[in-house]
């Protein structure tokens, strides 16, 4: 994509239109009030704004909504509970830890919920210092209230007048990933690449593409009343998601032996081919993405017909001159040619009627959100060492009201900010796992410096105060709207911003600076050392469950070909479904690893093995997708007796490693028994042959992860034994 349009598509996207809407709700009253000589109550207000906004996360407007309420009456009775008690150290530090530990517990609810309690911390650290009388606490309550009410109004308005606009700009991210994805792909058929570097590349882009398509899933699926059932547009986003999600299948399913495919065909020039091609369907979909973000009519850029015709007489003059096996090939340009079919049909839900087109899997799309339900029962379960929310919750809560007791004892910044910077650094920096914390530390300090250096610089040279305010609203715009997207230019435009609104109450901006820099590195420092000594939670203690999950989902995803063995139909949902268990969960194993990465060396024992099965578990997911894809295609009449034997040993291996990872807490299970009864005789020995050189390759794969997973185990073992010798 050219750079005009990546300028074109941010500014058309979702990140900046979040920015944007926080950006108007909190300037604008503070520009409301400056006109009026009121610049403080201005801050008041938006700070209200800023709170409800922050936690105003993309999702479904059901889940916005109730979020957004839910914040805003935890902050105003966070904010009324610790006005009455901060003017006592110790009543405060009991509250500190309190509600630290609750807000930091809804973690156990979902993603949203976790955002929810984050600001209730956050406006009780705001008022922690607070030394307002009565009347003006009362006075301050209803400033903020304005300020939420004001946002939600906007955020409510913008819902109603658009409400497929958010969808629109999620599900244009999600094609974005999917060209990346496909980018990626392509490299495997530049032998200048390696593979196995490659490999990890792919594998964290496809975490990216699984939590972008979940977010797609959660915006139109469960908002199916109110944009899929009643507008065209809405219709034709549901139905272009679903063959984006197809697309990206289709995609994996393009993976072979990669070594071997070089080894074979290297010399031919048809792996260039096939990589020029795919990264035309990549700028393709980059093309339609940005069409769709721009709230355009998509039509194509490029006609794949003629790249096929010409990949396929290049295959046929390989196998008239070099007498090779092109079988292989001709499934590579099948999936091309598929991905091609995608998009086309893709471009044309624009130009035909979408309400008339019916799928089985949309109708039925209710199966495939997760319908997450505050239930105080999951809280409850929760309380226990062995959960890592819970183990975050005690950390902080221990952290934050200890620093508090300590700052205060010894006068910290007394007049000043007192202990504020300090203790937000923590919340911000001390997250459950102890990779997260270390990034985050890093990117804050790094943000904070940068940004402080940018700020006084601003304000030693500019002293224009309408420019100042000018450049105020660009740093506060460009943070927000960078806040997901690139945390570390979040904080270094939000450090500039803070100095340039202090410096208009008359405060003195550099000391201002030079104290935000220092509280930010104590903050970090404590946060870094807390998260190491204070109930640590190591990315191994779940890696276990990890690949259970992951095992289990692959068995499943597998045990499908034994009903297109016996010539069973396997329902388009049910087929689907196990799918996206394959994608939930391979996201979350190598979500997991990339953190076991940030951890000491000393925690890092059994790294090789985790990123081979992580590696091992890709390529089985993609050949089996590949198998199940060639099984459908073939007639009944080629299946063997050789495939059922095969296919057996899969699953048998994969239930071995199931088996291996078991701990007692683990719901026991259950293998497929019924497998059909099949001849040796096949009409198609080409096509047979093709489906039997599949199953050994998946007989190899899992036989691979049976032993990498033993591998895994054996070590997890040994650690738990030098560490209970250490304890004992």
């Known amino acids: 994509m050219k750079k005009t349009k990546e300028i074109s598509n941010f500014f058309y996207g979702q990140y900046f239109a979040d920015g944007l809407r926080i950006t108007i709700g909190c300037i604008v009253p503070i520009l409301i009030c400056a006109t009026l000589g009121k610049f403080l109550l ?14 105003d996360t993309p999702g479904a407007p059901s889940h916005r909504r109730t979020g957004m309420i839910a914040s805003f009456i935890i902050c105003l009775a966070t904010q009324f509970l610790t006005v009455l008690v901060n003017a006592n150290m110790w009543l405060m530090a009991i509250l500190l830890g309190g509600l630290c530990f609750i807000y930091s517990m809804f973690a156990v609810f979902n993603a949203r919920a976790a955002t929810v309690g984050s600001m209730g911390i956050l406006i009780m650290l705001i008022n922690i210092e607070d030394s307002k009388t009565l009347e003006e606490e009362w006075l301050f309550l209803l400033y903020f209230t304005i300020g939420g009410l004001w946002y939600m109004l906007i955020s409510f308005s913008i819902t109603q007048v658009r409400p497929y606009r958010l969808a629109q700009q999620e599900l244009s991210e999600s094609i974005r990933h999917v ?3 496909i980018r990626l792909r392509a490299k495997f058929y530049d032998t200048r690449i390696a593979i196995d570097e490659n490999y990890s590349k792919l594998i964290e882009k496809q975490i990216v593409v699984h939590e972008h398509q979940e977010n797609v899933r959660d915006l139109l ?16 986003l549901t139905l272009t998601f679903n063959d984006v999600v197809d697309l990206f299948e289709q995609a994996m399913t393009t993976h072979y032996d990669y070594e ?12 260039k081919d096939f990589k020029i091609v795919l990264i035309k369907i990549a700028s393709e979909l980059d093309h339609l993405a940005y069409q769709l973000n721009a709230n355009r009519v998509p039509k194509p850029m490029y006609d794949f017909n003629e790249d096929i015709d010409h990949l396929l007489i290049s295959i046929e003059k390989i196998d008239h001159r070099e007498g090779l096996n092109t079988i292989p090939l001709k499934k590579i340009l099948i ?39 505050i239930e105080w029962k999951k809280f409850r379960n929760n309380l226990a060492l062995d959960s890592s929310i819970f183990r975050h919750a005690l950390r902080m809560a221990i952290v934050m009201s200890g620093t508090y007791i300590i700052l205060n004892l010894n006068d910290f910044n007394a007049g000043n900010m007192g202990s504020f910077w300090v203790l937000l650094t923590i919340m911000v920096i001390l997250k459950p796992g102890f990779g997260l914390t270390k990034e985050r530390n890093v990117q804050r300090l790094l943000g904070t410096v940068i940004g402080g250096v940018i700020g006084a610089l601003v304000l030693m040279t500019i002293h224009s105060e309408v420019i100042r305010f000018i450049l105020l609203i660009f740093f506060f ?26 410096s208009f109450s008359g405060v003195n901006t550099v000391d201002v600076a030079k104290e935000r820099i220092f509280d930010t590195f104590l903050g970090g420092m404590i946060a870094f050392i807390s998260s190491y000594i204070i109930f640590p939670n190591w990315e191994s203690f779940q890696i276990k469950s990890n690949i259970r999950k992951l095992l289990i989902a692959n068995y499943r995803y597998l045990a499908q070909a034994i009903h297109l063995l016996a010539g069973e139909e396997i329902s388009v949902t049910n087929y689907k479904l196990t799918r996206k268990e394959i994608y939930i969960s391979s996201a979350n194993m190598g979500s997991t690893f990339q953190r076991m990465l940030s951890e000491p060396k000393w925690r890092q024992k059994s790294t090789k093995e985790v990123n081979k099965i992580v590696i091992l578990n890709h390529i089985l997911s993609s050949y089996g997708a590949t198998l199940l894809t060639s099984i459908n295609e073939a007639t009944d009449s080629n299946y063997t007796k ?7 040993k899969i699953l048998s291996n994969l239930a071995k490693s199931i088996e291996a990872v078991m701990e007692k807490d683990d719901i026991s299970f259950q293998e497929e028994k019924n497998f059909p009864e099949l001849t040796v005789e096949t009409l198609d020995p080409a096509e047979s042959k093709l489906i039997t050189e599949q199953l050994q390759f998946l007989n190899k794969i899992t036989a691979d992860l049976y032993k990498s997973t033993l591998e895994v185990i054996q070590k997890e073992s040994v650690e738990q034994e030098q560490m209970a010798a250490i304890n004992g």
């Open 42 to 55: 201005g801050t008041y207000i938006s700070l209200g704004a800023l709170l409800v906004g922050l936690s």
């Open 179 to 181: 060209a990346d994805f």
């Open 221 to 236: 699926f469960q908002s199916k009343r109110s944009i899929k059932d009643t507008t065209k547009i809405g219709r034709f």
């Open 260 to 271: 071997q495919i070089r080894k074979v065909y290297g010399h031919t020039g048809i792996l």
């Open 335 to 373: 999936s091309i040619r598929s991905i091609s079919i995608f998009i086309h049909n893709i471009y044309n839900y624009s130009v035909i009627r979408p309400n008339q087109i019916q799928k089985q899997e949309i109708e039925e799309a209710n199966k495939f959100i997760q319908t997450e339900h």
């Open 477 to 502: 715009l460009t943070a927000y709207s960078l806040f997901r997207v690139n945390y570390i230019m979040a904080v270094l435009f939000m450090t500039p911003y803070v100095l340039i609104m202090l």
């Open 642 to 648: 050789e495939h059922v034997v095969l296919l057996k």
